[in-house]
């Protein structure tokens, strides 16, 4: 499965911006994960097709909406009241099988990656 992301940008601090993702083939899950500059990547949120289950880091709960349209195979990451330390390289990742839901949190459950989206948040 080949992941498509796009939608970051530039943005003042308090700001948004959608990310989307489109998956070329069906996924199980579809998830975030993020990469400041010097740091290891970060989980950011997760959407699992069966239940429509979600799984937020807590640095963005409250902030950040994920969510999913089956027909397009495309999952959106809404950011609200942005921060300077949500800058980062954006990855999509993709879920071939559906993981449990203690596992979307944990990149070992996805096997497809994207190319990343940068978002820059200025104070």
């Known amino acids: 499965v080949q992941l498509q992301a796009c939608g970051g940008g530039s943005v003042q601090a308090g700001g948004s911006l959608r990310l989307s993702c489109v998956a070329s083939g069906s996924t199980g899950a579809l998830a975030w994960f993020r990469q400041a500059p010097g740091k290891e990547s970060d989980f950011v949120a997760a959407?699992?097709?069966?239940?429509?289950?979600?799984v937020y880091a807590d640095s963005v709960k409250g902030r950040f909406t994920i969510s999913g349209n089956n027909a397009k195979n495309t999952v959106y990451l809404q950011m609200n009241r942005l921060k300077p330390e949500d800058t980062a390289l954006y990855y999509c990742?993709?879920?071939?099988?559906?993981?449990?839901?203690?596992?979307?949190?944990?990149?070992?459950?996805?096997?497809?990656w994207g190319q990343g989206t940068l978002v820059t948040v200025s104070s």
């Open positions: 959407f699992r097709w069966s239940g429509g289950n979600t």
């Open positions: 990742a993709g879920a071939i099988s559906r993981p449990i839901l203690s596992a979307l949190d944990d990149r070992r459950s996805y096997r497809s």
